[in-house]
């Protein structure tokens, strides 16, 4: 068994971010921040087996509409705070309207998700402020980002928890990437005019994807110090997230 992948019938890219090497010759701790796609379609089993996981924080980044239209299915009698951070990128819409009539090839979608992944720099900063202040709160680990399908809101999430604690950039874009190998077949959800590179496109966990928001990061901020500190996470801050989630 991949100790990393959590197996779960009905949650296909639920991975465990433990056992990366971080700064100072830390390693991220195991069983303690969690990244995965959408819950609504665990099983009486993988209810049982989240249970067991212990999570105390769920940070959900789908809009109200992905929620109201799959709500996830989590285990009764133990409380996980859930907090909503609802966003797509301005423009995911539009983009997967222009797909699904098919008017958007292979590159007219990775130029778009370029877009996007810089976008989640530049224009969702409190959303992921929000995630460490989460993160850095009182009895929040184990704790699991989650979004629809686990790859881009989710994806940038967790490379930026493995940024803040020092993870090497390629096992952060190696992370990312990994997604490729436990992909939901979204086929069904596009019409007929949509091609299979084109929803490949989409759907790949590309590392040209992931290394946009990372050069941005640079861009923008020089430093990934800068950067954090404009999340608000200072330096005793992101003290306290080594101690928290390396050992």
Not at 98 to 115: C, H, K, N, T
Not at 181 to 198: E, Q, Y
């Amino acid at each position: 068994m991949n100790r990393r992948r959590i197996e779960l019938e009905g949650a296909v890219n639920f991975r465990d971010l433990g056992g990366y090497p971080a700064e100072g010759g830390r390693t991220m701790r195991w069983r303690t921040i969690y990244r995965s796609d959408s819950l609504s379609d665990l099983t009486d089993s993988d209810v049982c087996g989240f249970r067991e996981l212990g999570i105390n924080t769920l940070c959900d980044f789908r809009l109200s509409e992905e929620s109201e239209r799959k709500p996830n299915r989590l285990p009764s009698g133990h409380r996980i705070n859930v907090v909503p951070l609802r966003f797509v990128p301005e423009g995911t819409l539009d983009m997967l309207s222009a797909i699904d009539r098919g008017q958007y090839g292979p590159a007219d979608v990775e130029r778009e998700v370029l877009i996007h992944y810089r976008k989640f720099v530049n224009d969702h900063a409190s959303e992921y402020r929000r995630v460490f202040e989460v993160i850095l709160s009182k009895d929040s680990l184990p704790l699991l980002m989650h979004c629809t399908s686990g790859k881009d809101r989710t994806g940038f999430a967790a490379a930026a928890v493995l940024l803040a604690v020092g993870v090497p950039r390629e096992i952060i874009v190696e992370d990312y990437a990994m997604t490729n190998d436990f992909r939901r077949d979204i086929r069904h959800l596009f019409s007929n005019a949509v091609s299979k590179p084109t929803i490949d496109a989409l759907t790949s966990a590309n590392p040209r994807y992931i290394e946009a928001a990372l050069d941005e990061i640079d861009a923008r901020f020089g430093t990934t110090e800068a950067w954090l500190q404009s999340l608000g996470v200072s330096p005793s801050r992101r003290a306290r997230l080594r101690d928290l989630l390396t050992e």
